[in-house]
Nanobody, 124 residues
Framework: QVQLVESGGGLVQAGGSLRLFCAAS????????MGWFRQAPGKEREFVAT????????NYADSVKGRFTISRDNDKNMVYLQMNSLKPEDTAVYYC?????????????????WGQGTQVTVSS
């Protein structure tokens, strides 16, 4: 089993920055594909970013490309999402996700393990 715990969410003004943290346990992080997803009220869960086992390959949703950066520290069992130039439409619950697959995946159904989520609210 893999346990994921997110933190770092909060309230920020438009244009500001936040850094989300995902602490993983239960399996060696270097053998997990990691991703971030988000879900706003009344909307479906959507892909934000993903990072390969080694951290060499990343993929982003078009809506966050150039503003968000996903990274990982396998030695510390941590995954990060640096969010800059935040917009009100970025407001959502952000979820950390993991899967044992090797190939990059952007669909939420491709991830087996999920954290409880952390709220990000961006005020205008």
């Amino acid at each position: 089993q893999v346990q994921l715990v997110e933190s770092g969410g909060g309230l920020v003004q438009a244009g500001g920055s936040l850094r989300l943290f995902c602490a993983a346990s239960g399996r060696t992080l270097s053998t997990l594909l990691m991703g971030w997803f988000r879900q706003a009220p009344g909307k479906e869960r959507e892909f934000v970013a993903t990072i390969s086992w080694s951290g060499v390959t990343t993929n982003y949703a078009d809506s966050v490309k150039g503003r968000f950066t996903i990274s990982r520290d396998n030695d510390k069992n941590m995954v990060y999402l640096q969010m800059n130039s935040l917009k009100p439409e970025d407001t959502a619950v952000y979820y950390c996700a993991a899967d044992r697959r090797f190939a990059i995946a952007t669909a939420w159904s491709q991830y087996a393990y999920w954290g409880q989520g952390t709220q990000v609210t961006v005020s205008s």
